[in-house]
């Protein structure tokens, strides 16, 4: 695919925090007073319909309040936590894990350190997606990993393009991340693509990192299916967290968990690796960990019911506004997560250079904030995330729409 770009001096808070910025410059000189709307960020907090449950919130409470969990927990976690996470991700797979298996992260992007962390040697490389979650990047540097990038296919439901896998896989290579179900894209993989994957691993001789911080969060024709399934034909590190399925991503509680069936880390020099590297790191507040096994256990199906119905009406609402809109287009409908990739046509606007501009312009006349596609690694795609309500969504897209034919070239403006 044509346009590709990593993102080596780009994160994504970092330049929302710039469109927001570039809002309020407007806003004090007058020339703007729109609410603001932001569909950039992964934080389906932000919009009332996305709230965590009673028992969540009782859970907690609980804890807190019981003064039992005031003090250190034990690197790894809390056993109880542990144990429940390990019921938790068993009941999708066909072997059990035991709370050995499970170490508790703040939030998933601390599992994704240590995972990286892990694996780091001298001459190492991991295979990252384009476009994927930024922060593989940033970790990778910190550790000396070199990045190799393979292409998601859009023609292709944006699979893994695995010929791409075996041309840049050499004796180095460590590792492959799969984000299923997938951000940015909103795509969830079916089994046999996973097992696929599984299979190339294997014959190529690296483990997989499944990042599954979506986990459960598929609303289309396919089931969400673990990495962790294919555990037997590959090690795989499966990383996740509350943060998106229980609608809490400031508590910060996250889970890096080694499926793997076969014993691959079983090895006790493997596994003292691992406990001294959690020794260095802080984890969740112990109340939050305490409260794990309640809100895994008791959580009613309803409430996770819910969640998708409102995902995927919102998903179909940006779907359908797409085609609305001459600039932007989407050959893809969401199948999971809480964000999807639309490609920006240029050529039909006047006095827009690339997909950083039209973000900062759309920010600043209209107070819509989206994300650049070049910070998630494709220049000139966007990146537009559907957590939120309905109403938002319209009164969004119906400003994206008026942004268009403000900047439409004359030769593609629509009769009036």
């Known amino acids: 695919m044509e346009n590709?770009?990593?993102?080596?001096?780009?994160?994504?808070?970092?330049?929302?925090?710039?469109?927001?910025?570039?809002?309020?410059?407007?806003?004090?000189?007058?020339?703007?007073?729109?609410?603001?709307?932001?569909?950039?960020?992964?934080?389906?907090?932000?919009?009332?319909?996305?709230?965590?449950?009673?028992?969540?919130?009782?859970?907690?409470?609980?804890?807190?309040?019981?003064?039992?969990?005031?003090?250190?927990s034990p690197t790894v976690g809390l056993p109880q936590s542990r144990r429940a996470i390990a019921e938790y991700l068993s009941r999708d797979l066909p072997y059990k894990l035991s709370q050995d298996d499970v170490f508790i992260t703040s939030g998933c992007t601390q599992a994704i350190d240590v995972a990286l962390a892990m694996l780091a040697r001298p001459m190492a490389n991991i295979l990252l997606p384009r476009p994927g979650f930024p922060i593989y990047e940033l970790c990778a540097k910190f550790r000396n990993l070199e990045v190799r990038y393979f292409d998601l296919l859009p023609e292709n439901g944006w699979e893994i393009d695995l010929d791409a896998v075996e041309s840049l896989a050499d004796e180095n290579t460590v590792a492959l991340v799969v984000i299923n179900p997938g951000n940015p894209c909103g795509n969830v993989y079916s089994y046999q693509h996973?097992?696929?994957?599984?299979?190339?691993?294997?014959?190529?001789?690296?483990?997989?990192?499944?990042?599954?911080?979506?986990?459960?969060?598929?609303?289309?024709?396919?089931?969400?299916?673990?990495?962790?399934?294919?555990?037997?034909?590959?090690?795989?590190f499966t990383l996740g967290s509350l943060s998106k399925r229980w609608m809490v991503p400031g508590w910060r509680l996250g889970w890096f968990v080694t499926t793997d069936p076969s014993g691959s880390f079983k090895d006790p020099k493997i596994i003292e690796r691992f406990k001294k590297y959690f020794d260095i790191l802080g984890g969740p507040a112990t109340f939050i960990q305490a409260?794990?096994?309640?809100?895994?256990?008791?959580?009613?199906?309803?409430?996770?019911?819910?969640?998708?119905?409102?995902?995927?009406?919102?998903?179909?609402?940006?779907?359908?506004?797409?085609?609305?809109?001459?600039?932007?287009?989407?050959?893809?409908r969401p199948e999971g997560s809480m964000a999807m990739m639309v490609k920006l046509n240029l050529s039909l606007l006047e006095d827009v250079s690339d997909d950083i501009d039209f973000c900062f312009k759309l920010a600043r006349e209209e107070s819509v904030i989206i994300l650049p596609g070049t910070a998630v690694g494709l220049k000139n795609w966007l990146r537009i995330t559907f957590a939120a309500d309905a109403a938002s969504i319209e009164e969004a897209f119906k400003r994206i729409k008026c942004f268009y034919l403000r900047h439409a070239k004359t030769q593609y403006q629509p009769h009036t």
């Open 4 to 72: 590709r770009e990593t993102t080596s001096t780009i994160t994504i808070k970092g330049i929302l925090s710039l469109l927001m910025e570039s809002i309020s410059e407007e806003n004090e000189e007058g020339r703007c007073s729109k609410r603001v709307i932001s569909l950039g960020m992964g934080d389906p907090t932000l919009y009332s319909c996305f709230r965590t449950t009673q028992v969540s919130l009782q859970a907690v409470s609980d804890s807190l309040l019981s003064n039992k969990f005031h003090g250190y």
């Open 194 to 236: 996973l097992m696929k994957i599984a299979e190339t691993a294997k014959k190529l001789g690296f483990l997989v990192i499944a990042d599954e911080v979506y986990g459960h969060l598929a609303f289309g024709s396919k089931p969400f299916v673990p990495m962790g399934v294919f555990g037997s034909i590959v090690p795989v």
């Open 291 to 332: 409260a794990v096994p309640t809100i895994l256990e008791q959580t009613d199906e309803s409430f996770f019911k819910k969640t998708l119905n409102s995902l995927k009406n919102s998903s179909d609402i940006c779907y359908d506004w797409i085609k609305e809109i001459p600039c932007i287009d989407s050959s893809y």
